[in-house]
């Protein structure tokens, strides 16, 4: 480990915006009257319903299961009765399969008894099934199914396990407030993991505008493992794997290709204090920690959430938005989602609800190109997003993939720093989406 | 709960302090105490030429424009740019010519701001000068009074100017050029000397262009790449034939090389988006200025270099494309 620079190149530098809730202890939300769980909650394909309306189910109860290898379990986060299975708005903007349950009002909400794995007796095999027995995936947004993390092909040799505490986008602080509050679960879940990947090195990296989290995992650091602790450059997207992989092994992810072909492996920090819950207490992934902020917000607050609780539940219980409130983003301001439903349910991925106010919603009004070149200094993958741009609005998507269009990861860069308040971002994903279609017809 | 109105707009959801607006009336600010030099220089002819060359553009882009583009503030830029490099002596009407010509021509015909090749200010005064050879070659002589008019600028329209109201003096590139009579570096920095209303004061566009540069309102790559090719270039003639070529001082900051390295190169719109593109481009600019300045047949080349260049800015783009991360060299799992 030597000559590491501590950043990638370009990036932007929007305000983090983390002092409303970056000193807030962690919170139990009491269990909402309803819950929405959806059955396609992770990338890969959806989960399998198991139950039926008018079923009875208990907290940690699997009520879908994992439909080939790229998928997860769904558990119910609380007992109570199936009211529904039904299409309901997710948080991607679209209608999903999902299973609405009626939470029993006076439950003591304790999870039918089940036996904790002791996890060093396990073999690499039984630790894969075990994560995704327990419907673990990442945190970071993305919802990448764990175990298929875990398993990287034979003739990929890893070396590094990446574990990501940059949390890059402004606002959130789940993953800041879990390295604070749980550094010793942190370490426990790369412990699993590294004997699951049979790897010897751990880097952790966090932004360094979290000095306190970088000095509780300092200090709690294991000592018969080779971890170490990597303060970063506070700076957007530092997060994303490939930047972060490229920081601490200096190697880029070729175009096209996963972290595992350059020996490493990244898991969210939130993920992996998930892993170690899972071989700590045996539950299974029903309640995440999320960040509700935002200066649209009364009282922002981290919150540990029961996956499903419904937006206006949480916006409820964090005394609900201010007058000028004028834009809810699930996840980060930069890559999260708008939502326009109360009833959308808080799933796996989600990090963070935003709720932002007038003077913070981006203007409507565009301009022309003025090819001042911003963009190209802000991608971090290095495209030309000008001239993406001119092409997207030409629909001559073939060049754009000429141009490697398919590396862009939607950071949201580009948008960001454009003076011509240019949706490039967003044109970058519809034009993706037109490939993908294209490609399957 | 009352109903609440909710936005619902893509990814990133929130944005960048810098507009197109801002960037451009930031520029128009920062040519504010350039246009009071000139004034300083040479009197109201400077305020009147400056003035109607803006009035020239700012109509031309509102009657024949988009319609709503004049609060963007790029014909502005280009009226006040345009009016820097007309002489100040100039008849009034040819300023106004001149403006119509950049808007209409130099930007409006290819489709509106962000789609021109040449810079419009520019284009504008080179068809100026095609047309009126003896009307943008005539510079004032020092006058008694401060007040006084730098030449004949009420002439009529489509009459020239009455040569008998011009006091006429030369440039130092003039003077240089056809008579190796060199000027002081102090009143080149200064702007004590003759010239077009706004490329003399060399002190002030310096500023105003390292405020922008700071800001990065423009690419100090450009600026810094044609005022070292300049020198390094021009250093090398002068220790060749000192009697003949001037030193990299004067070169540096006589004519319209630090209002065009400034100012007008950096046009984001006519320039390469790409960095190593801008060290191409300035240094283009830079040699092809130094090239016709010694051994052309006019004293000054800046605005020819730039246009030139600004027509080779696809190509430059096209060859200096970043390279794709993961892309390119090999990369290894070990």
Redesign the interface.
């Known amino acids: 480990m030597k000559a590491f620079g501590v950043t990638f190149r370009h990036g932007?530098h929007?305000p983090d915006s983390k002092e409303l809730t970056e000193a807030v202890q962690v919170r139990r939300m009491p269990f909402p009257d309803r819950i929405a769980l959806p059955l396609r909650q992770h990338a890969g394909k959806p989960a399998r319903c198991l139950v039926r309306k008018g079923d009875r189910v208990e907290r940690g109860d699997k009520i879908a299961e994992a439909d080939g290898f790229v998928s997860v379990p769904i558990h119910a986060s609380a007992a109570g009765t199936v009211a529904a299975i039904d299409w309901w708005p997710h948080p991607d903007g679209s209608l999903a399969e999902t299973v609405v349950i009626d939470v029993e009002p006076f439950s003591p909400q304790i999870p039918r008894p089940r036996s904790v794995p002791h996890w060093e007796g396990l073999s690499p095999d039984e630790v894969r099934a075990a994560v995704q027995e327990a419907g673990v995936v990442g945190l970071g947004g993305a919802a990448f199914p764990t175990h298929v993390k875990l398993s990287p092909p034979p003739d990929?040799?890893i070396?590094w396990l990446l574990v990501n505490g940059a949390e890059c986008e402004?606002y959130l602080t789940t993953d800041h407030r879990t390295m604070v509050e749980h550094p010793e679960r942190v370490h426990f879940g790369i412990r699993i993991m590294m004997q699951c990947l049979g790897v010897e090195r751990a880097v952790i990296g966090v932004e360094k505008n979290k000095p306190d989290a970088i000095a509780e995992l300092e200090r709690s650091l294991p000592e018969d493992l080779d971890v170490t602790v990597m303060p970063l450059t506070v700076k957007y997207p530092q997060g994303a794997e490939?930047m972060l992989i490229e920081v601490v092994t200096g190697?880029?992810?070729?175009?096209?290709?996963l972290p595992m072909?350059?020996?490493a492996v990244v898991q969210n920090v939130g993920s992996i204090a998930t892993i170690a819950e899972v071989f700590e207490t045996g539950l299974p992934l029903i309640e995440r920690i999320v960040t509700v902020t935002g200066p649209g917000l009364r009282k922002p607050a981290n919150l540990i959430v029961p996956v499903g609780t419904m937006l206006v539940d949480v916006l409820e219980f964090c005394g609900g938005?201010t007058d000028d409130?004028?834009?809810?983003?699930f996840g980060g301001?930069?890559?999260?989602?708008?939502?326009?439903d109360m009833r959308t349910p808080i799933i796996k991925g989600t990090t963070g609800v935003?709720v932002?106010t007038a003077a913070?919603?981006?203007?409507k009004r565009t301009?022309?190109?003025?090819?001042?070149?911003?963009c190209?200094?802000a991608?971090?993958?290095?495209?030309?997003p000008?001239?993406l741009g001119i092409l997207a609005q030409a629909g001559r998507y073939e060049e754009m993939e000429r141009l490697?269009l398919l590396?862009c990861m939607?950071c949201?860069c580009c948008?960001?720093?454009?003076?011509?308040?240019i949706?490039l971002?967003?044109m970058f994903?519809l034009s993706k989406k037109a490939l993908r279609k294209r490609a399957a017809a | 709960m009352d109903v609440h109105r909710f936005e619902l707009t893509a990814s990133p959801h929130i944005k960048g302090p810098d507009s197109t607006p801002r960037i451009m009336w930031s520029v128009v600010a920062t040519l504010v105490p350039v246009v009071g030099a000139a004034i300083y220089w040479f009197g109201p002819s400077a305020a009147l030429v400056i003035t109607t060359a803006t009035v020239g553009c700012v109509v031309t882009e509102r009657l024949f424009g988009p319609g709503g583009t004049l609060r963007d503030g790029s014909a502005a830029i280009t009226g006040v740019l345009l009016g820097l490099t007309l002489p100040p002596g100039i008849p009034l009407w040819m300023a106004f010519v001149g403006g119509f010509i950049a808007i209409g021509l130099g930007k409006l015909v290819f489709g509106g701001l962000g789609q021109n090749v040449f810079n419009p200010a520019l284009l504008g005064r080179a068809l100026l000068q095609a047309a009126f050879p003896d009307d943008m070659t005539t510079w004032p002589a020092a006058v008694e009074h401060w007040w006084q008019l730098r030449g004949d600028n009420f002439a009529l329209p489509l009459t020239s100017a009455d040569p008998t109201v011009a006091l006429t003096g030369a440039t130092p590139l003039g003077q240089m050029k056809f008579e190796q009579i060199p000027t002081e570096a102090v009143d080149l920095f200064m702007g004590a000397t003759s010239g077009s209303t706004g490329e003399t004061a060399a002190v002030v566009i310096l500023a105003g262009g390292i405020y922008l540069a700071v800001k990065k309102y423009l690419n100090w790559r450009i600026p810094i790449s044609i005022l070292l090719t300049v020198a390094v270039l021009s250093q090398v003639a002068h220790f060749v034939d000192p009697d003949r070529y001037p030193g990299a001082l004067f070169m540096l900051f006589s004519g319209g090389l630090m209002l065009g390295a400034w100012y007008m190169a950096t046009d984001m719109v006519t320039s390469p988006t790409t960095n190593h593109g801008c060290w191409i481009f300035g240094a283009g600019i830079g040699a092809m200025a130094v090239l016709i300045r010694l051994w052309g047949g006019l004293p000054e080349g800046v605005m020819y270099s730039i246009l030139f260049m600004n027509a080779l800015v696809p190509f430059i783009n096209r060859a200096t494309q970043p390279r794709v991360f993961g892309t390119g060299e090999e990369v290894v799992a070990s």
């Open positions: 932007v929007p990929l040799p070396e402004p490939k190697r880029e992810v070729p175009s096209g290709k072909h350059v020996g938005v409130a004028a834009e809810i983003v301001p930069m890559m999260g989602t708008s939502q326009p935003v932002l913070h919603v981006k203007p301009y022309p190109c003025i090819k001042c070149g911003h190209l200094d991608c971090p993958v290095f495209l030309n000008s001239e490697h590396d939607l949201g948008s960001y720093v454009c003076p011509s308040n949706p971002s967003q994903a």
